[in-house]
């Protein structure tokens, strides 16, 4: 693999920062979400955007996608949304007298799944499905989805009538889960000054294309992760693992994950390396999700913001020079 060079890396920064700041004119006061959203993206993995409604999970986005010249589809996911109508389906056409197939919603660069856990798990294997094998198979032919690919998806924590929960295996394919949280005082107040006539969102052009992105994601594979901080996250992974409160630990996809956010992260940060303050940062988003928990933990609440707090805290540093 070929070192990146450090122009690169500085074009990098420059394009990450300037996509967060388009993102920021609508989504204001959301800096750390924002960013990790960009950082999945760099990172070609896929995010779960959790939260209570009405705080910004679509706008968020759809102002991702709008900031990027690509194709961008959102699928509303409900109990009746068949599998056919996230990947496709073949269609006789009298004309060429022939099955023609016709591309579904996942046909995209960046796919919305509005409220994922509304849908049968039928509809959510098929999207998870295409998640993972960036490809859809139909009529025994493999159609590949276009580069960059990234499904984020919603859902609402809070309600469980008429929804159908994503089991662990299928948690596991997301590379992140990120909230956004309610605004604060002063950012709620700005918010309904901005948006008291016409959504910034209308006026929200493209700063980067999508080519430029893929020159990004190809920058991010090249930061350097020394042996030492490799160490540290199957470290982490495994704490995770050997926690007594754990039923079912992180996997080794996660420590995956976790390097190839760390380096999207560093090159955010124009280095051409990954420090452990990069994985640590990370941690939380990449790890939660994938945690079980043993029925006594659950019944005394631990959560599992506590627990990756606890495996850091007790998880050697690496004092190795890392650049």
Known sequence: MTAVDRLDVSRFADRFAGIADNIER????????????????????????????????????????????????RIQFTPDLLPSDVTGVSIWDRHESAFVFKPGAIFANIVV????????????????????????????????????????????????????????????????????????????????????????????????????????????????????????????????????????????????YLQKASRARAASEERDYVTPDDVKILAGSVLEHRLAFRPEAQMRGVTSGELIASVLGSTRIPIHRTS
């Open 26 to 73: 609508v989504i204001q006061g959301k800096r750390s979400p924002i960013e990790q959203l960009l950082t999945c993206l760099i990172a070609e993995g896929h995010v779960l955007i959790e939260d209570v409604p009405g705080v910004g999970k679509t706008l968020l986005a759809k102002s991702l996608a709008r900031s990027i010249d690509c194709e961008f589809n």
């Open 113 to 256: 799944g509005d409220e994922i856990n509304r849908a049968s798990p039928k509809t959510q294997a098929a999207l998870l499905e295409a998640m993972e094998e960036r490809q859809v198979t139909t009529d025994g032919k493999t159609k590949l989805l276009p580069e960059p690919f990234m499904v984020v998806a919603t859902q609402n924590p809070i309600e469980h009538e008429g929804t159908y929960p994503l089991p662990e295996a299928q948690l596991d394919r997301f590379m992140m889960r990120v909230s956004v949280g309610y605004p604060s005082r002063d950012k709620e107040l700005e918010m309904l000054e901005t948006h008291s006539l016409r959504s910034t969102f209308e006026d929200l052009e493209p700063v980067v294309s999508a080519g430029e992105v893929g020159a990004m994601i190809e920058i991010a594979r090249r930061v350097e992760v020394v042996p030492a901080v490799r160490s540290y996250i199957i470290d982490i992974v495994e704490g995770t693992r050997r926690h007594p409160e754990v039923l079912l630990g992180a996997s080794p996809r996660s420590a995956l």
